[in-house]
């Protein structure tokens, strides 16, 4: 399997809990690096630009909202299939779907506070890693 990079954000419910290392356990458990970090305060036209994707979708006021509401930790994750590992170990969206154990299982609130953002494709890791970082910000 290829080494990948994912872009992982830490959402204001996880800053404003001091959550955030045990969080970044559970990834550098399975086998996740951490290449790239970055603490930020997101006006909300950044958050709306961040899921522009999403624009359409009835959530998308209160996310860009919640998104904007404190800080929180961007990082780049890097290893063996990282998009889809990183995705499993978030776990569902919605924690009461969340698999026991994943972060969103452990930590997330209620689906508008899920604790974590991932990628969901390659695609989308290589544009939404080039939204926070410039390739030398990224330490592998
Ligand atoms: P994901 O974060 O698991 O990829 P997406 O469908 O991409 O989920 O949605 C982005 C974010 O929007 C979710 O993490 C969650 O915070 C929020 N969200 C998604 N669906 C709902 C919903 O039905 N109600 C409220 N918030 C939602
Ligand atoms: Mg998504």
Redesign the pocket.
């Known amino acids: 399997m290829a080494i990948e990079r994912t872009l992982s954000i830490l959402?204001p419910d996880a800053t404003r809990r001091n959550i955030t290392g045990k969080i970044i356990t559970c990834f550098e458990d399975a086998g996740l690096r951490v290449v790239a970090q970055r603490r930020v305060h997101l006006t909300p036209d950044q958050a709306g630009a961040f899921?522009a994707?999403?624009k359409e979708?009835?959530?998308y006021n209160?996310?860009v909202s919640?998104m904007s509401s404190g800080p929180v930790v961007v990082q780049v994750l890097e290893g063996e299939n990282a998009v889809q590992k990183h995705?499993d170990v978030?776990g569902?969206?919605?924690p009461k779907d969340a698999t026991p154990g994943t972060v969103r299982a452990l930590f997330a609130l209620s689906?508008?506070?899920?604790s974590?953002?991932?990628s969901?494709s390659l695609e989308n890791a290589k544009n939404e890693i080039a939204f926070f970082f410039k390739d030398t910000d990224i330490v592998g």
């Open positions: 959402k899921y994707v999403h979708r009835p959530f209160d996310l919640f995705r978030m569902a969206t919605n689906i508008d506070e899920n974590v953002h991932g969901d």
